[in-house]
């Protein structure tokens, strides 16, 4: 685990395989839906000096 600064990053053939699922099933059909005509939405951020996140709810 990364919580520890002394901890060594290791990304391996398993871990690439589980991400590119990972990034497949968010980006299939299932996932990606019109949103609903007169509903309300909310995006919520969060940034830090490495990246940034959204999301539509």
Partial sequence: ML???ATKFQ????????FQELKN???STP??????GMRGYA????ASRVGL???LM
Avoid: F, I, M, Q
Wanted: negative net charge; contains cysteine.
């Fill in 3 to 5: 919580t520890h600064k």
């Fill in 11 to 18: 990304w391996n053939d398993a871990c690439e395989r589980s």
């Fill in 25 to 27: 099933k968010l980006t």
């Fill in 31 to 36: 996932v990606l839906v019109l949103p609903e």
């Fill in 43 to 46: 995006v919520y951020c969060d």
């Fill in 53 to 55: 996140g959204c999301v």
